[in-house]
């Protein structure tokens, strides 16, 4: 079922002589369901004559700044960021001008299977479900008959803002209620619950704005109603519910048919995972499904880490971008996999071995390699590290887009604990500070591409073949590539040793850092690399040698006392 809410909104001025309540919602556009659905309200306080600005302003900031976030990051975090950037603005603004600009701000989002509240002053939030109703704020004012209007939290009022989250599950038919307290205020519990469930959630919110005047309100009354009509995709929580209750299907052979989807080939076999080939009977369209081997199938963390990918490779690929194999998200699926986009052509380790490394194009393998970097720019920018390039993960299709495979190991954030504790990618594509149980990060996937453009520039690795915590294959610096190619420019040679530079500070930082250095090219190459001193090469040499100088003067000592005549 799509995404689908009823967003109803209504406001009066009642008797005073601006209106200072705000109120907003945003639906998700098609490609960007998964960063959900946004509402907020906010009320003007308007002692200093700037609470309708504030309220506005708060309001629209959170609107149009949320669908601006990574869809990795929580929904929290989005709102903290947002938030906070707001009421750093205000504050600044009320230390300028003698107009005070505060307000009240209550923000709903919707997510997946997963409602978020983010609260600060005192308008309020209901949830309605069923015959229940639910309040979901508390007001953030003095409890004092005379003083019930005085905020002690509010936009703008102090330089840090405390935000009061609250987070819960989502049903189908769940009805939200945001209400100014020109409403609340006015109305009990009861009225507002009977009024909110009347008719569509226009024709609710307009009763509870006008049962508000009618009851003698003196305030400004808003109030905005969103039902829950339809659930979106499922997030990274969902995914993992799916992932524990489904089964793994048994080894599926040529012929065989899961939900819709016939095996015409078995691609891969790892002894952990399976890639098979699949036909859909109805459209006729290939794809690739994975899922667990059977020998794993009550491994929970190989099935959580399965579903983290799941999740990850659908919000990576949300917004029609290349360098990716897009997901479609299973619906009602009957057991536990994955189904990718099938992509006629071949890997660049593939296309290495069958022309020879020497043999491939120049100019092909940076195109190869700039397309891989942008890909990696986009993961990096959504706070993700692959932790697997190589050219075994790099694969050409027949359409000639170049894509990045595999984000099984790949880390969010997100990911099980198991998942970041783990040694993953290749060693010999593996950054030397990972041996020294270094954090990952963007460094890492740049120093495994480096090493990928200098294996397709010259079919050497630029430390040989490693195996794990061979540490000693890092103590010398690679080779030019135009010493085993001299075909390969030299701008190129600085490019590939700069990426895999012993080093980390010698390196490139971003990914659009060493986008750029390929783009230029010869233009404006990059200068020599200096070669790694010694000590970095080999930090125990110091140390080494200070034992042999102690040794060879204790043997001189020894020599002295038992043979030199005193």
Known sequence: MSFDVDIGHASERGPRAENEDFAAAQRPAPHEEALGFIAAI?????????GRMAAQTSVTALVEDFFAAPPTWDTTVVFDRVIGAQNSWLASHNRRSSDSAMSTLTALALRGHTWTLGHVGDTRAYLLR??????????????????????TRAMGQEDAIRVDYLQGELHLGDTFVLVSDGVHGRLPQAQIVQLAGQGSAQQASAALVQAAVAAGGQDNATALVVRV????????????????????????????????????????????????????????????????????ASDEQERAMLAHEAWLAARVCEREVTGFVRIDEAHDA????????????????????????????????????LAAARALARLHR??????????????????????????????????????????????????????????VDAVTDLFALGATLYQLLTGHLPFGEIEPYQKQRYR???????????????????????????DKKLRFETAEELIIALERGASRPLGAAAASPLALRDPTLLWKVALGVSVVVNVLVVFWLLFLPR
């Not at 906010?42 to 700037?50: E, K």
């Not at 692959?386 to 299709?397: A, C, E, F, Q, T």
């Open 476 to 502: 010398r610096d690679p080779k030019p590539p135009s010493r085993l190619r001299p075909h390969v420019p030299i701008w190129l040679d600085h490019v590939a040793l700069k990426a895999v530079a012993l």
């Open 130 to 151: 069923g015959a229940e109703c639910r309040r979901l704020t508390q007001d953030h004012c003095l409890d004092h008959p005379d003083f019930k209007s005085r905020l």
């Open 42 to 50: 906010a009320d003007g306080v308007s002692a200093g004559g700037g």
């Open 334 to 369: 009957s057991a536990f996999y994955l189904l990718y986009d099938w992509h006629s052509g071949q890997t660049l380790e593939q296309l290495a071995a069958q022309r020879g490394a020497k043999n491939l194009p120049v100019a092909d393998v940076v195109a190869w390699v």
């Open 382 to 439: 959504l706070g993700v590290v692959h932790r697997d390039v190589k050219p075994g993960n790099l694969h050409l299709g027949d359409d000639g887009q170049l894509r990045l495979l595999d984000l099984g190991v790949a880390v969010s954030g997100n990911e099980p604990a198991e998942q970041r504790a783990l040694h993953a990618g290749t060693p010999s594509y593996m950054n030397p500070e990972l041996w020294s149980d270094e954090p």
């Open 229 to 296: 009509l339809g659930l979106a995709r499922s997030r990274l929580e969902d995914a993992l519910v799916a992932g524990r209750v489904l089964p793994v299907p048994p080894r599926l052979k040529l012929g065989e048919e899961l939900d819709g989807h016939v095996v015409t080939a078995l691609v891969a076999d790892t002894g952990v995972h399976l890639l098979y080939q699949v036909r859909h009977m109805a459209t006729r369209t290939l794809k690739a499904l994975k899922t667990l081997h059977p020998s794993r």
